[in-house]
């Protein structure tokens, strides 16, 4: 499995990190957000390390479509599935990507709004 030892996402699926995870299986892991922008913030990651949408590769095809599978397991467990929930991935610095291990943002919890304000 790809990782590297300076990723701040591969040390907290190693455990070597503290998170207050919400799922972990062999593929991916699933935790809250440190700085949360909704009630319910859930980061969701494959747990090898791909840097960002734009280093993926076909084989991470079968990881990445397990990740919307977890997040509806985790929609369902948080409580936001019925209602509604949104999932964001960043892709590079003007996305608003900061880490760079590939993540899936679940944001829930109250009415979010248009997904970007017009400038």
Known sequence: ???????????????????????????????????????VHILIVPNQHIA???????EDADVLGHMFWVARQVAEQMGVAERGYR??????????????HIHMHLLGGRPLGRMLCQS
Do not use: W
Not at 19 to 24: E, G, L, N
Not at 88 to 99: D, K, L, M, P, S
């Open 87 to 100: 999932l964001i991935v960043n892709t590079g610095e003007h996305a608003g990507q900061v880490i760079f």
């Open 52 to 58: 960002s949408v734009n280093q993926v590769e076909p």
């Open 1 to 39: 499995m790809r990782r590297d030892p300076e990723c701040i996402f591969c040390k907290i699926v190693a455990g070597e990190l503290p998170s207050k995870k919400v799922y972990q299986d062999d593929k991916v892991t699933a935790f809250h957000d440190i700085h949360p922008i909704a009630p």
